[in-house]
């Protein structure tokens, strides 16, 4: 079985969705660890709960950006990540970190890319009145929400209401993530 490590900056509501999926053997995977840069994150309480190995790298704890990416490699080597999930992390990787893991590396995005990059996606596209909206699972190269599209979910709503918009897509994203990770684990062992 392959050895994930997640990634995540906040709720982790993605992580919870791919525990689950774990847990009910939809995604046949280890889960080996979380990284998070935020130590105030809910997520960090779900990996204790599942007793998954938590490492936190607070960014004001180095003194470049390119010192605390070498640490979270150095942490995924040590955990002997195959694939690197992120979900919900909030910062560039390096491109040391992007060049380790070459197409094993994948992001979730609140939008249907190269639309609405980068943070509140939601709110960037509310601004724009947009009318179709839908989320992102793609391959992560050094941008920011800018790697090769693996697969994209859209969806219009009724009403442009935010929460409503929103509540809907982290359903999108809890069915949708997992089911792609499966895919790509699956396909890399024929
Ligand atoms: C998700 O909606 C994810 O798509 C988004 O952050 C949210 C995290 O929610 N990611 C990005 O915007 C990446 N640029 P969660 O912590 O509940 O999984």
């Known amino acids: 079985m392959k050895n994930i490590v997640v990634f995540a900056s906040g709720f982790g509501s993605n992580f919870q969705a791919i525990i689950d999926s774990v847990k009910h053997g939809r995604l046949q995977a280890n889960i080996v660890g979380l990284i998070c840069d935020n130590p105030k994150a809910y997520a960090i309480e779900r990996a204790r709960i599942n007793y998954i190995p938590i490492a936190l790298f607070e960014r004001k704890n ?14 995924c080597r040590q955990w002997q990540a195959d694939w690197l999930i992120l979900a919900g992390y909030m910062r560039l990787l390096s491109p040391e970190v992007i060049h380790a893991y070459p197409h094993h590396i994948v992001n979730i995005h609140p939008s249907l890319l190269p639309k609405y990059r ?3 996606a939601v709110g960037q596209a ?8 839908g989320i ?4 992560v190269d050094e941008g920011m929400d800018s790697g090769e599209i693996i697969c994209q979910v859209p969806f219009e709503p009724d009403v442009l209401d935010r929460d409503h918009i929103e509540r809907r897509l982290h359903q999108l994203e809890h069915q949708t993530y997992p089911a792609i990770i499966q895919k790509l684990l699956l396909e890399e062992r024929v």
């Open 118 to 120: 980068g943070l509140d």
């Open 136 to 139: 992102t699972i793609h391959y």
């Open 126 to 133: 509310l601004d724009k009145n947009e009318k179709i909206y």
């Open 62 to 75: 180095f003194l470049i950006k390119e010192e605390m990416d070498e640490a979270i490699l150095n942490q």
